[in-house]
């Protein structure tokens, strides 16, 4: 089998580029959720312990809100292609609020209940606490951003009503 030539990859990636498709807009999503983490945690890390300017809380913050825009940023022209609005903007900025509490408040209990009740090893209670409460976070915050701030115009999102 041969394979493909750099005009069919690069035509490929065009398609799924422009798709706004649920596969296209959660692997999208994805890349720009892993991009905006890594900004996040390096920015934490650099005003935190490599310059040693912040504690680790304001470090954290800082890390947080500039991670946070630049996944509104990549995700509202790339992922769901959408025109900035401010009502868009504060539906974002309420949406990430909310999955900030979700995040901290599951990681709380969760790092609690593996490490001091089922005395797991505590790094191991740290990332799989982490890994749960961010994925929880991440499902409701793709959830919310795709079917109610950048839904497609004139598309209407209805539940299905029992017809007894």
Known sequence: MAAASPRT????????SRSTSLRAQSAKFAVTGALAALIDVSLTWLLQ??????????ARA???IVGTWAAYLLNRRWTFQAE???????????TYGVTFVVNMVAYK????????????NSTLSLVVAFAISQGTATVVNFAVQR??????AGVRVVAKQDPS
Do not use: C, M, N, Y
């Open 84 to 94: 900035a609005t401010a009502v868009r903007f504060a539906g974002v900025l309420a």
């Open 109 to 120: 209990f969760l790092f609690e209940l593996f490490d001091v009740h089922w005395e797991w």
């Open 49 to 58: 312990i490599g310059l040693g300017l912040l504690s680790a809380d304001p």
């Open 62 to 64: 800082v890390g947080f």
């Open 9 to 16: 990859w690069r035509g490929a990636a065009q398609r799924a």
């Open 147 to 152: 079917w109610i701030i950048f839904r497609k």
